[in-house]
């Protein structure tokens, strides 16, 4: 998969037209345009991974040692740690086998309550560009104890590999944008394909190419339903809410929002948010619900109740029936055949979006929001996107 070129970007108008699909996206050397390219190139990138995955010989050693571990630890930090989370909740899920995720600053600062509650689990260190201090200070860490670890990260030859015992690269989806989209998406599919792998499960790994085909036509028709949304809308902040595996995507979600559009995010288990956080609805609050199929019906009772409240809703989900289309003032159903865990990584799409339009809709630039440098070296560069 070729690279994208690296445009001149420029303020101008960031809902000018865009011929390709009839709505307004930044066109190319315009901010956001390459935020806006590597998030609409996702499936295109989850076919490369997955068709990477399936060649003999490719990570052979980094497959034969997930699949033998009794579970997994995944470490990372920013986006990196949202998907540990994720994919913990993967792996727990597909293997009944025991997983976690923590940030790699917990394990730094709290090494033996960290270690002692995922005694016997396989460390996973988790960063798109292999530099991130912290993450390798965790890998320093476990290989001074003589626990082995793996790495995923979409960049070679950078630090994190001198620190692990086998590492998967990916660098063809890496980005040029400073915020992690279409990395976070493959490095978790890629997770999620080997705990599969580990379980013995024949059917999930090819749900996953099946979601990749069937997620190409959508993205564009997600991607102009949420500029709209956004042109016509401002909000003071914004409340992600997700349950179960989905809770690392509303993590996600909330941090995309910060990142790009500098906005107030935070995130909740969906459920929790009735235990005091409510407090804050009203039509100025955009309150953001990944609706799961497991437990869809009480996520919904907790839609209708933000509604009566006041609350303006965004509502991503697989299926909706038509309570929630009622109380959504936009509904975006993903419709895949696919089980709910194949669905984690498009669900994830509509939330980048968001961040990339509130972003340029604030006369920002998503690409390169202030502060934020592609790497957290600490003593060296400024602090990152994960």
């Known amino acids: 998969m070729s690279k994208l070129t690296q445009p001149k970007l420029t303020q101008t108008n960031p809902?000018?037209?865009?011929?390709?699909?009839?709505?307004?996206?930044?066109?190319?050397?315009?901010?956001?345009?390459?935020?806006?390219?590597?998030?609409?190139?996702?499936?295109?990138?989850?076919?490369?991974?997955?068709?990477?995955?399936?060649?003999?010989g490719v990570s052979a050693e980094f497959k034969q040692r997930f699949e033998s571990a009794s579970g997994w630890l995944f470490i990372g930090c920013g986006s990196s740690y949202y998907v540990a989370l994720a994919a913990a909740a993967s792996a727990l899920s597909l293997t009944g086998r025991p997983a976690r995720a923590i940030p790699a600053s917990e394990l730094l600062l709290y090494p033996e309550p960290s270690l002692a509650a995922a005694k016997g689990l396989l460390p996973i260190l988790i960063s798109r560009s292999g530099r991130t201090s912290e993450v390798i200070r965790a890998g320093e860490l476990l290989k001074a104890r003589n626990i082995p670890r793996l790495a995923i990260t979409c960049a070679p030859g950078q630090p994190l590999e001198q620190v692990a015992t086998a590492t998967l690269?990916?660098?063809d989806i890496d980005e040029q944008s400073t915020v992690m989209t279409r990395s976070f998406t493959s490095m978790l599919l890629c997770l999620q394909t080997f705990s599969s792998i580990a379980a013995g499960n024949s059917h999930f790994g090819p749900s996953l190419g099946e979601m990749a085909a069937a997620t190409a036509p959508l993205v564009p028709m997600i991607s102009g339903k949420i500029r709209d949304f956004v042109s016509s809308h401002r909000f003071?902040?914004?409340?992600?809410?997700?349950?179960?595996?989905?809770f690392g995507i509303a993590c996600e979600y909330a941090l995309k929002l910060t990142e790009m559009s500098l906005s107030y995010a935070q995130s909740f288990h969906t459920l929790e948010f009735r235990h005091g956080p409510k407090s804050i609805v009203g039509p100025e609050t955009l309150l953001i619900f990944l609706l799961s199929e497991t437990g869809y019906a009480a996520e919904r009772e907790l839609l209708e109740e933000m509604k009566s409240l006041g609350g303006t809703t965004l509502a991503i989900t697989n299926r909706a029936d038509s309570r929630a289309r009622a109380d959504s003032d936009l509904l975006l159903e993903l419709s895949l055949d696919v089980p709910e865990l194949a669905r984690l990584a498009p669900a994830l799409v509509p939330g980048q979006l968001l961040g990339l339009y509130t972003g340029l809709q604030k006369g920002l630039d998503p690409d390169s929001p202030r502060n934020l440098s592609r790497a957290v070296v600490l003593d060296e560069e400024p602090t990152q996107a994960g």
């Open 169 to 171: 690269f990916l660098p």
């Open 15 to 56: 809902f000018g037209s865009s011929p390709a699909d009839g709505h307004k996206t930044p066109a190319a050397g315009q901010a956001g345009a390459h935020s806006l390219a590597e998030i609409l190139s996702q499936p295109q990138c989850w076919n490369d991974c997955l068709a990477g995955l399936s060649k003999a």
């Open 236 to 246: 003071a902040d914004y409340v992600c809410l997700g349950q179960g595996p989905f």
